[in-house]
């Protein structure tokens, strides 16, 4: 698996891969009938943000993953970063290369931390991968993700330094 | 003083206030440099966003706030809220005012809660507003703000639930 740069030529296989996940429902904050248009804004975010792609060894785009500031100006040294898996390639370690690559990416951008704004607590493998890879729960919003099966769940903002 | 729901032909009154607050670097997460262009489109969001200014009673625009929702999709019925108020007419109640009619507002349009991401720690009037009408600190996100005087501070994630 190789993790590169995306283009805009990769947008025809990044698509089906957030519009099943928008339509779940159960992970992603955006809106589950999202359009075409609107998701290539969210996920093509102008510079500095990166966008990437992990590619399988037969050559399809199984993964792929935003790096972009939290906020603007003098809160732009905090990095965010969203990621998402094809169903069908999950149990792969595809989000794990994916966040290990985007942590390297931060470091080397000169991000001084990075934030999740949202992490949907029921997504406990979500949850596990961040804090294996050294992110901690600074606080979980009550009841701020409307879950299609749990109903009201919280969602973990999890934020992790990259000094040192 | 009067709150109502802000117009594009406010714009050339909300542009002045918003210009300094961003230059001065101290309260807000967006880029000292921001554009006109690019301080429109963060203010006026599409619906269901709302936009408001305080209007004092000579008719001079002295604060201005937007409603929006914090996330999309199942995130949504969590409201996020800025406000602005004009250096010049600091002091008089117009953050109070905005806020309680932002809070009044959020509840009409059936949020359930309100969020702030980015609570400058060194704002302390700001801070002891939002405590005083019901918000407490979910956490504060350590060094996320380079305040041009203070150095890295902590940006307050502030919340409040709107049930009762």
Same mark, same amino acid.
């Given at each position: 698996m190789l993790i590169r740069q995306a283009t805009k030529d990769d947008w025809d296989s990044i698509w089906p891969i957030l519009r099943r996940i928008a339509a779940d429902?159960?992970?992603?904050?955006?809106?589950?009938?999202?359009t075409d248009g609107q998701a290539y804004t969210m996920w093509f975010p102008p510079p500095p943000a990166r966008t990437v792609v992990a590619v399988a060894?037969?050559? @399809? !785009? $199984?993964g792929t993953a935003v790096l972009r500031?939290?906020?603007?100006?003098?809160?732009?040294h905090v990095a965010n970063a969203s990621f998402a898996v094809d169903y069908d390639h999950r149990g792969h370690h595809v989000g794990r290369r994916l966040g290990e690559h985007v942590l390297a990416l931060a470091r080397q951008d000169g991000y001084c931390a990075i934030q999740f704004? @949202? !992490? $949907?607590?029921?997504?406990t493998h979500a949850v596990a991968l961040w804090m294996s890879l050294?992110?901690?729960?600074?606080t979980t919003v009550p009841e701020a993700f409307h879950h299609p099966i749990a109903g009201y769940v919280g969602l973990h903002i999890m934020h992790r330094t990259l000094s040192g």
């Open positions: 429902g159960d992970t992603f904050c955006c809106d589950p009938d999202i060894d037969e050559g @399809a !785009v $199984v500031p939290n906020h603007g100006g003098p809160g732009a704004n @949202a !992490v $949907v607590e029921t997504n050294g992110f901690t729960v600074l």
